[in-house]
């Protein structure tokens, strides 16, 4: 069995909290405002997953390809 990395270890932590909450789930599918990205976004959500995953020690671009990583996953059906 290969050892999981940082990255993949941080994909699956935030997937579990998406997928544990049904509002940040189909916020995530549906995706940020295009103007802002997840990055610049100012929705209440963000702050509540940021806060979720804060033991993984994201700076703010990599909290934002994470989001991106599991908006991947969960529009081509993974969980």
């Not at 806060?51 to 081509?76: E, I, P, V, Y």
Request: with cysteine; charged share 20%.
């Amino acid at each position: 069995m290969s050892e999981q990395t940082h990255w993949d270890r941080c994909i699956a932590n935030m997937m579990s909290h998406i997928n544990n909450n049904t509002e940040l789930l189909e916020y995530v599918i549906r995706g940020p405002p295009e103007e802002t990205g997840f990055m610049w976004d100012n929705s209440p959500l963000i702050a509540e997953l940021a806060n979720l995953t804060d033991s993984d020690g994201h700076s703010g671009a990599s909290f934002a390809c994470c989001l991106r990583a599991c908006q991947s996953k969960l529009r081509n059906g993974s969980k």
